[in-house]
């Protein structure tokens, strides 16, 4: 059974909300082609994770057999949040773009799954890249939306882009390999006009076909 994490960070409710749309057309789609999956939901949008602190740091440090009562506490979240991702194989993100970046409570939510000795290892030993991924083969879906226009590699935008270079830079702890994240983005939102309607219906098109073609994918490899 496939297990999918659904993690919206929009800071809108459903009304408003063109991510939490897009999320949902996702996980309704795939429901209809895969009826079993697993649908875990994580909404740091409407339920922000506390940005981590000075305590999280020495707590996430210390190694685990040497840790105090106050320091299982304080990462108690860490883990399950980290718990979740080891156990989906496809996480689903509703990542708004604010201010040409990620949403600080999708952030926060990162600085506490990216945890040394759960997500990846730091080894000196390897030189310049001390750092490697603990977990992978997932996939990820980054389902967004933009005020403006133009953010793609060699867009009017692109070097004002700091969504999704953020979110590839840190997908190895999410156990995701570049190769394995699929980005649908809506644009033109503030300019309210017959542009945003099609990146409206082309996006949500979008996020019906990578639905389909990942649960079909499931579905055979069972």
């Known amino acids: 059974m496939t297990t999918l994490l659904r993690i919206d960070s929009s800071a809108q409710l459903e009304d408003r909300s063109l991510t939490r ?50 320091m299982t506490e304080k990462l108690a979240l860490s883990d399950r949040l980290i718990d979740e991702v080891i156990e989906a194989d496809i996480l689903v993100m509703g990542v708004p773009m604010y201010n040409y970046g990620i949403p600080s409570t999708l952030k926060a939510w990162i600085d506490h799954v990216a945890r040394i000795g759960r997500t990846f290892s730091f080894d000196l030993s390897r030189g310049d890249i001390p750092i490697a991924p603990i977990l992978s083969g997932k996939r990820l879906v980054v389902l967004s939306s933009r005020g403006e226009f133009g953010f793609a590699p060699g867009g009017l935008r692109a070097h004002m882009n700091a969504l999704d270079p953020a979110i590839a830079a840190c997908a190895h702890y999410f156990g995701v390999s570049a190769d394995a994240i699929e980005t649908v983005a809506i644009e033109y939102q503030e300019f309210k006009d017959d542009r945003h309607r099609v990146s409206v219906e082309l996006a949500e098109a979008q996020a019906r076909e990578i639905a389909r073609r990942l649960a079909m994918s499931a579905l055979e490899a069972a």
Do not use: C, K, M
């Open 21 to 70: 749309r897009l999320t949902n057309l996702f996980i309704e789609e795939y429901r209809r082609q895969a009826p079993s999956a697993r649908i875990v939901t994580r909404d740091v949008g409407r339920f922000p994770v506390p940005p981590i602190d000075h305590r999280f740091i020495h707590a996430a440090f210390t190694p685990p057999e040497t840790r105090e009562s106050w």
